[in-house]
């Protein structure tokens, strides 16, 4: 059982998020966050953004231990307190963030009728992976400690195609389903609108401006020197 | 010099009717389908009124177009790099459904499969977001005609800086005036939405400036809803995608006009190629207000000048566009006559749609007889009480300052607060009718009318061309549109086998929500 719930289902989830991101981005029609403010606004405030500034905190933390585990096994007693406690705050930030976004969904029949199945889905998972993520910090301390010396090996593990089961078979079982609960999240990425993370607009702080596509090579195309272009432009 | 063609638009605000046949087209053909219900990329708002989105003028609310800083640049008021980026979990300036209105049906089944009863059916509205029945508060256009109603006329943005005299006189039942505004996208040289647009999913197409949003592209961060001053990108509610007005390209490109400058009833639409230098933009955009809106004319090029030419030819501007901008109606509106003026110049996107301001309120004018005043003419009626109504052509430029709307108002439509430029094309508007009224009527003398003319520097050849442009324009003379060369441009489109059986906006694949 454990060899396919921490052996298995990771590369499960990572061939399915590859393939399907990409099986989904095709023309990149269907690529957005389908916001719903336009729909309703004032509930959203209180929602989104504790939602999103709390995740994406918790999920860099995780993914700062997972590159550099020895920057949390080297931190001394006051620094782990410190850490820990302000990481917990971010968490329930995201959690009291999503629930008020479900209470926003369940509540607006507007905001219904642009609900999908996924939504909901979706929404229920991130919960009780949020709720387990509290609870294991609260719980099970410190787990940043932990996390770096056990779990980092076995993630690693992963990527090397030799998967260490033996080191989260021990875990707790609330680890070991949160463990589950990361695949699944990243199993469900891109059936849901989480895809638009992977689109975020980075590329919007360097760029110009404005922009202006030319449909052909605006100087060359006059020049009867040249062959006129038979390959498509760069943006199609 | 870096010269681009543009296709620019006049509206002649004097021959609009308000009968919203443009806006019924561009509907028609764009805009009627799931989540697009409530866009009107075409619409026609009476003015004084609150338009559409309610009050859109009023970017202290919107926080639209780009506003310049003391160190003299300009940057975008509710958007931008920082501002986008910061606020992308949730933009406080975005306009919600209920800024414009929910979109509703009516349950007309109910009026047909109603059984027999005492009392007669009815059709109730549902909503057309959630299909439940909802009381409606609002529709598209319902502000129309409604001048003086204080829900509407009174709420216009414009008249913030009138004083409480001058907004009262507008509004008395003897004086009370309106006309119409229709608008569509501008059409930007310096356009917000573009700027604002995180995924860089709007662009500007080179060839003809028509600004277009890539719906493959565009991710619904919704930060062009509220950088457009506009208000003429909206936010498609179904697809999680904007949509703006795309100037008809399928039309233009093969030389048809677009849908709502076609069916135009009074024919007040013309539309035209204009030239101009891309090196300028930023700095035309950031001129002080007060010179805004003449280093934007400045900044559109003379099609017949050589150098023009050459320059143009160097950057690729085929033989044809040029053709079609020597003959723009555009340029002869603008530049050459000086009658057409953008609208809200001080937004600083360089909108390319200019309006003729209208002459209605000026032509029938009303004053209050003060005791023995003696009338303007000897035409004008005097009515019982002591009221005076002008219609006389005589003292008419006298008229000009004293117009049922104050110039004020108009200034802060369409002359980013500067009266005497609007000022200036009355004058010339009325000087081309005394013109006229002394070739037809004959009442009016030769050297009045050439006293009116030479008044605002206009000669009779000149006074007949605008007369001729406005009232007899034949269809090839209101639009010229040079060809897209597809034929140097295979790619311009899709290929065509691809996207043969799509229809509509063109979706080429269904638009739905996530899975």
Same mark, same amino acid.
């Given at each position: 059982?454990?060899?396919?719930?921490?052996?298995?289902?990771?590369?499960?989830?990572?061939?399915?998020?590859?393939?399907?991101?990409?099986?989904?981005?095709?023309?990149?029609?269907?690529?957005?966050?389908?916001?719903?403010?336009?729909?309703?606004?004032?509930?959203?405030?209180?929602?989104?953004?504790?939602?999103?500034?709390?995740?994406?905190?918790?999920?860099?933390?995780?993914?700062?231990?997972?590159?550099?585990?020895?920057?949390?096994?080297?931190?001394?007693?006051?620094?782990?307190?410190?850490?820990?406690?302000?990481?917990? *705050?971010?968490?329930?930030? *995201?959690? *009291?963030?999503?629930?008020?976004?479900?209470?926003?969904?369940?509540?607006?029949?507007?905001?219904?009728?642009?609900?999908?199945?996924?939504?909901?889905?979706?929404?229920?998972?991130?919960?009780?992976?949020?709720?387990?993520?509290?609870?294991?910090?609260?719980?099970?301390?410190?787990?940043?400690?932990?996390?770096?010396?056990?779990?980092?090996?076995?993630?690693?593990?992963?990527?090397?195609?030799?998967?260490?089961?033996? *080191?989260?078979?021990?875990?707790?079982?609330?680890?070991?389903?949160?463990?589950?609960?990361?695949?699944?999240?990243?199993?469900?990425?891109?059936?849901?609108?989480?895809?638009?993370?992977?689109?975020?607009?980075?590329?919007?702080?360097?760029?110009?401006?404005?922009?202006?596509?030319?449909?052909?090579?605006?100087?060359?195309?006059?020049?009867?020197?040249?062959?006129?272009?038979?390959?498509?432009?760069?943006?199609? | 010099?870096?010269?681009?063609?543009?296709?620019?638009?006049?509206?002649?605000?004097?021959?609009?009717?308000?009968?919203?046949?443009?806006?019924?087209?561009?509907?028609?053909?764009?805009?009627?389908?799931?989540?697009?219900?409530?866009?009107?990329?075409?619409?026609?708002?009476?003015?004084?009124?609150?338009?559409?989105?309610?009050?859109?003028?009023?970017?202290?609310?919107?926080?639209?177009?780009?506003?310049?800083?003391?160190?003299?640049?300009?940057?975008?008021?509710?958007?931008?790099?920082?501002?986008?980026?910061?606020?992308?979990?949730?933009?406080?300036?975005?306009?919600?459904?209920?800024?414009?209105?929910?979109?509703?049906?009516?349950?007309?089944?109910?009026?047909?499969?109603?059984?027999?009863?005492?009392?007669?059916?009815?059709? !109730?509205?549902?909503?057309?977001?959630?299909?439940?029945?909802?009381?409606?508060?609002?529709?598209?256009?319902?502000?129309?005609?409604?001048?003086?109603?204080?829900? #509407?006329?009174?709420?216009?943005?414009?008249?913030?800086?009138?004083?409480?005299?001058?907004?009262?006189?507008?509004?008395?039942?003897?004086?009370?005036?309106?006309?119409?505004?229709?608008?569509?996208?501008?059409?930007?040289?310096?356009?917000?939405?573009?700027?604002?647009?995180?995924?860089?999913?709007?662009?500007?197409?080179?060839?003809?400036?028509?600004?277009?949003?890539?719906?493959?592209?565009? !991710?619904?961060?919704?930060?062009?809803?509220?950088?457009?001053?506009?208000?003429?990108?909206?936010?498609?509610?179904?697809?999680?995608?904007?949509?703006?007005?795309?100037?008809? #390209?399928?039309?233009?490109?093969?030389?048809?006009?677009?849908?709502?400058?076609?069916?135009?009833?009074?024919?007040?639409?013309?539309?035209?190629?204009?030239?101009?230098?891309?090196?300028?933009?930023?700095?035309?955009?950031?001129?002080?207000?007060?010179?805004?809106?003449?280093?934007?004319?400045?900044?559109?090029?003379?099609?017949?000048?050589?150098?023009?030419?050459?320059?143009?030819?160097?950057?690729?501007?085929?033989?044809?566009?040029? !053709?079609?901008?020597?003959?723009?109606?555009?340029?002869?509106?603008?530049?050459?006559?000086?009658?057409?003026?953008?609208?809200?110049?001080?937004?600083?996107?360089?909108?390319?749609? #200019?309006?003729?301001?209208?002459?209605?309120?000026?032509?029938?004018?009303?004053?209050?007889?003060?005791?023995?005043?003696?009338?303007?003419?000897?035409?004008?009626?005097?009515?019982?009480?002591?009221?005076?109504?002008?219609?006389?052509?005589?003292?008419?430029?006298?008229?000009?300052?004293?117009?049922?709307?104050?110039?004020?108002?108009?200034?802060?439509?369409?002359?980013?607060?500067?009266?005497?430029?609007?000022?200036?094309?009355?004058?010339?508007?009325?000087?081309?009718?005394?013109?006229?009224?002394?070739?037809?009527?004959?009442?009016?003398?030769?050297?009045?009318?050439?006293?009116?003319?030479?008044?605002?520097?206009?000669?009779?050849?000149?006074?007949?061309?605008?007369?001729?442009?406005?009232?007899?324009?034949?269809?090839?003379?209101?639009?010229?549109?040079?060809?897209?060369?597809?034929?140097?441009?295979?790619?311009?489109?899709?290929?065509?086998?691809?996207?043969?059986?799509?229809?509509?906006?063109?979706?080429?694949?269904?638009?739905?929500?996530?899975?």
């Amino acid at each position: 059982m454990d060899i396919l719930l921490f052996g298995a289902f990771p590369y499960v989830a990572i061939v399915v998020f590859f393939i399907g991101t990409i099986w989904r981005y095709q023309t990149g029609f269907k690529y957005s966050s389908l916001s719903s403010q336009f729909l309703e606004t004032k509930k959203l405030f209180l929602s989104s953004v504790p939602f999103h500034v709390g995740i994406l905190v918790i999920l860099t933390g995780h993914f700062i231990g997972f590159l550099f585990p020895s920057w949390f096994t080297s931190a001394g007693g006051d620094g782990i307190i410190s850490f820990e406690t302000i990481t917990l *705050a971010f968490g329930l930030s *995201a959690i *009291a963030g999503l629930i008020f976004l479900m209470i926003r969904r369940f509540q607006n029949e507007r905001i219904m009728t642009v609900t999908t199945k996924m939504d909901i889905l979706i929404e229920f998972v991130l919960l009780v992976q949020f709720g387990l993520g509290i609870w294991i910090a609260v719980e099970l301390r410190w787990g940043s400690q932990w996390y770096a010396a056990v779990m980092v090996p076995y993630l690693r593990s992963i990527f090397t195609l030799d998967p260490n089961i033996s *080191a989260v078979s021990a875990m707790p079982i609330a680890v070991q389903l949160h463990v589950i609960g990361a695949f699944l999240f990243i199993l469900l990425i891109p059936f849901t609108r989480l895809v638009h993370f992977l689109v975020a607009p980075f590329h919007y702080i360097t760029r110009p401006y404005q922009i202006v596509r030319w449909y052909w090579d605006k100087k060359a195309i006059r020049d009867t020197d040249t062959p006129w272009t038979t390959t498509r432009p760069k943006h199609l | 010099m870096d010269i681009r063609s543009q296709m620019s638009m006049v509206f002649h605000l004097d021959k609009c009717i308000g009968c919203h046949t443009c806006t019924v087209a561009c509907k028609n053909i764009w805009t009627d389908r799931e989540g697009a219900e409530y866009m009107w990329w075409n619409n026609v708002e009476t003015k004084p009124g609150t338009g559409y989105p309610t009050k859109w003028e009023d970017q202290e609310i919107y926080k639209g177009g780009w506003e310049k800083h003391s160190s003299g640049n300009i940057a975008l008021k509710g958007a931008g790099k920082r501002k986008g980026l910061l606020n992308i979990f949730y933009n406080p300036a975005l306009p919600t459904i209920d800024d414009y209105y929910e979109p509703f049906t009516y349950k007309y089944l109910d009026l047909i499969e109603s059984p027999q009863q005492d009392v007669q059916p009815v059709a !109730r509205p549902v909503s057309l977001i959630t299909g439940k029945p909802i009381d409606i508060k609002m529709g598209p256009n319902w502000d129309d005609d409604l001048s003086g109603t204080p829900d #509407f006329a009174r709420k216009d943005p414009n008249l913030a800086n009138l004083s409480a005299a001058e907004q009262e006189a507008m509004f008395q039942l003897e004086r009370m005036a309106f006309f119409y505004l229709p608008r569509i996208c501008n059409h930007c040289l310096n356009p917000a939405c573009v700027a604002s647009c995180p995924s860089g999913a709007i662009y500007k197409r080179g060839e003809d400036g028509v600004v277009l949003i890539d719906q493959s592209v565009c !991710r619904g961060w919704r930060m062009c809803v509220t950088a457009c001053p506009y208000k003429k990108t909206y936010y498609n509610w179904s697809t999680g995608k904007s949509e703006k007005c795309l100037l008809c #390209f399928p039309r233009i490109e093969v030389g048809e006009a677009p849908a709502c400058m076609h069916s135009c009833v009074g024919r007040i639409r013309y539309l035209g190629v204009m030239l101009y230098d891309a090196d300028k933009i930023e700095q035309v955009a950031s001129s002080d207000e007060k010179d805004l809106i003449q280093n934007q004319i400045d900044m559109y090029l003379d099609p017949h000048d050589p150098e023009v030419i050459a320059a143009a030819k160097a950057n690729g501007i085929a033989d044809s566009t040029l !053709r079609a901008a020597q003959n723009s109606p555009i340029y002869k509106f603008v530049k050459e006559w000086k009658i057409a003026l953008p609208l809200h110049a001080e937004f600083r996107t360089l909108p390319n749609l #200019f309006y003729v301001p209208p002459m209605l309120p000026v032509m029938a004018m009303v004053g209050e007889q003060k005791g023995d005043s003696p009338k303007l003419h000897s035409v004008a009626k005097n009515w019982d009480d002591k009221w005076l109504y002008d219609t006389s052509l005589d003292e008419i430029f006298g008229t000009i300052e004293n117009m049922r709307f104050p110039l004020k108002y108009m200034a802060n439509l369409f002359g980013a607060g500067n009266e005497d430029l609007l000022a200036d094309k009355l004058k010339k508007l009325m000087a081309i009718r005394i013109y006229r009224r002394h070739v037809t009527v004959g009442d009016i003398s030769a050297e009045k009318s050439a006293a009116a003319l030479a008044d605002v520097n206009l000669t009779a050849d000149e006074a007949e061309a605008i007369y001729k442009m406005t009232s007899l324009p034949k269809f090839n003379e209101r639009f010229v549109i040079p060809a897209a060369h597809r034929e140097q441009a295979l790619e311009m489109l899709e290929a065509t086998e691809e996207v043969k059986g799509n229809t509509g906006f063109g979706f080429t694949e269904p638009p739905v929500r996530g899975l």
